[in-house]
T-cell receptor
Framework: AQRVTQPEKLLSVFKGAPVELKCNYS??????LFWYVQYSRQRLQLLLR??SRESIKGFTADLNKGETSFHLKKPFAQEEDSAMYYC??????????FGKGTHLIIQP | NAGVTQTPKFQVLKTGQSMTLQCAQD?????MYWYRQDPGMGLRLIYY???????DKGEVPNGYNVSRLNKREFSLRLESAAPSQTSVYFC??????????FGPGTRLTVL
């Protein structure tokens, strides 16, 4: 069965500091991985996907198949980055599986 | 395009009451989903519909039923609400799998 693990429920960093949100996955096939962001009381929005290898709002994520990880990184945190972040894995017939989420708080 | 819409936005029920959460999408997507979001639990799939006319159970289907009324609409019904069903419910849709677009959510409280 596919699984997504986000080990940190809460991550608090100061403005301007680097951010890394961890995500590990378990999947037998070739995974398709995503990061979603949810700002306070809003709908989930797709932040980025690994196949596009893009940078959105300064965030990047690299798929490391050897370590089965898809960590989300940003070199300099901004206060508007405060939100819930969910890592998700698309497993074909098994659908989209989400991690439990990490609440990122950026302190001024 | 309105994207994925959900009604109602908020609802308070008493234990044992029934209600239906409505979801519609105007993107001609084949697949639709219902998730619940609970603190510390992330998003868990309740039911999904891979295409019009089909529905399948997700991770937490107990206490819920769904109807894929047509390609646009996918409703979630609680026949006899319980306090454990207090949650935020998100509907989502995607073309045929892959990352979905989410609705704004329905915040349900069961007393």
């Amino acid at each position: 069965a596919q699984r997504v693990t986000q080990p940190e429920k809460l991550l608090s960093v100061f403005k301007g500091a680097p951010v890394e949100l961890k995500c590990n996955y378990s999947y037998s096939g070739s995974p398709e991985l995503f990061w979603y962001v949810q700002y306070s009381r809003q709908r989930l929005q797709l932040l980025l996907r690994h196949i596009s290898r893009e940078s959105i709002k300064g965030f990047t994520a690299d798929l490391n198949k050897g370590e089965t990880s898809f960590h989300l990184k940003k070199p300099f945190a901004q206060e508007e980055d405060s939100a819930m972040y969910y890592c998700a894995l698309w497993g074909g017939a098994d659908g989209l599986t989400f991690g439990k989420g990490t609440h990122l708080i950026i302190q001024p | 395009n309105a994207g994925v819409t959900q009604t109602p936005k908020f609802q308070v029920l008493k234990t044992g009451q029934s209600m239906t959460l409505q979801c519609a999408q105007d993107m001609n997507h084949n697949s639709m989903y219902w998730y619940r979001q609970d603190p510390g639990m992330g998003l868990r799939l309740i039911y999904y519909s891979a295409s019009e006319g089909t529905t399948d159970k997700g991770e937490v289907p107990n206490g819920y039923n769904v109807s894929r009324l047509n390609k646009r609409e996918f409703s979630l019904r609680l026949e006899s609400a319980a306090p454990s069903q207090t949650s935020v419910y998100f509907c989502a849709s995607s073309p045929s799998g892959g990352n979905p677009d989410f609705g704004p959510g329905t915040r349900l409280t069961v007393l």
